[in-house]
């Protein structure tokens, strides 16, 4: 094997991708075939086991997203801006897609696909906020300065963890729709099989983001790598042109 | 057979099948996008730039 491979992948990420893809196969047997219906909510409890994964692992990539933004902050390194971008992207995916299945889930429990009840809300800003985020990291000031791009972005990335409390909290500070916690307090709601397929789940998908992050961190170092090389050519051709350009008129 | 006969007796087996397929679909499509994206990158710096092995 190459001691630098043409790809993003490495001896970790594709352990990492082969207990992701044997983590989903398990999750999906015990979600949908080895776990039991609800008694109130039926089938319709298994959309569960992919839904409150989804939004768990969206909340830890905000958290990670502005860990990552308060560290760029401080140290200025690219390390940290690129995982900022990569956990945001990633994050973003996962937030959206817990809105999705939250919608899908709550047609049969709720008899709507949507309500603007404080979680949701909540949920929809944060997603916002990300778009926001992701966007700011790109957009160029007049003078081009990435150190105030970088501010910007980074300020942004901080904003990230208030709104995971406000989403977390939103339950219990305002009248909602939305059940209240279900597993983070002493006494869950839920025992046996049905809070094991949770935990699994939740388990398999934070290890698909870990995964899917890795590949993310690397693309953005590339885009970095490329991105400096493109300069330096431009740089060397700029230079070319300029040399046969006095040498032509001497 | 008893796992596609308990499928078909779920109840909301739609919002169930709709629920799992979208993000593994979703998820699988963005993976695929993000080694692609990788690999078409990785053959544009140099090896040393590559520090993963």
């Known amino acids: ?250 | 057979m008893s796992v596609v006969a308990s499928a078909l007796a779920m109840t909301h087996a739609g919002y169930v099948a709709a629920g799992w397929v979208i993000p593994l679909v979703v998820l699988g499509a963005y993976a695929v996008r993000t080694v692609r994206r990788g690999r078409s990158l990785a053959n544009r710096v140099p090896p040393e730039d590559r520090r993963w092995s």
């Open chain 1, 1 to 250: 094997m190459s001691a630098h491979p043409a790809s993003t992948s490495s001896s970790a990420s594709r352990a990492l991708g082969v207990l992701s893809l044997g983590g989903l196969a398990l999750l999906l047997g015990y979600a949908l075939v080895w776990s039991p219906a609800d008694v109130v909510q039926g089938d319709a409890v298994r959309i569960m086991y992919v839904h409150v994964p989804t939004a768990i692992v969206a909340f830890a990539a905000c958290g990670i997203t502005s860990l990552a933004s308060a560290m760029w902050l401080r140290k200025r390194s690219e390390g940290w801006w690129v995982l900022g971008g990569a956990a945001a992207e990633v994050g973003l995916v996962f937030t959206g897609l817990c809105l999705v299945t939250g919608s899908i889930w709550g047609r049969p429990t709720w008899g709507t696909y949507w309500d603007w009840d404080p979680r949701i809300t909540s949920t929809t800003l944060l997603f916002v906020l990300l778009v926001g985020y992701l966007a700011l990291r790109q957009v160029d000031n007049e003078r081009g300065d990435a150190a105030q791009r970088g501010m910007r972005g980074a300020v942004v990335g901080l904003l990230l963890v208030p709104n995971v409390a406000i989403v977390h909290y939103s339950v219990d500070w305002w009248r909602s729709l939305h059940q209240p916690a279900t597993i983070t307090r002493l006494d869950p709601t839920i025992e046996g099989t049905m809070l094991f397929t949770l935990v699994l789940g939740i388990a398999v998908f934070s290890v698909v983001y870990v995964w899917l992050l890795l590949h993310r961190f690397r693309v953005g170092w590339l885009e970095e790598r490329a991105g400096d090389r493109g300069i330096d050519q431009a740089l060397i051709d700029r230079r070319a042109e300029a040399g046969v350009g006095s040498g032509g008129s001497q």
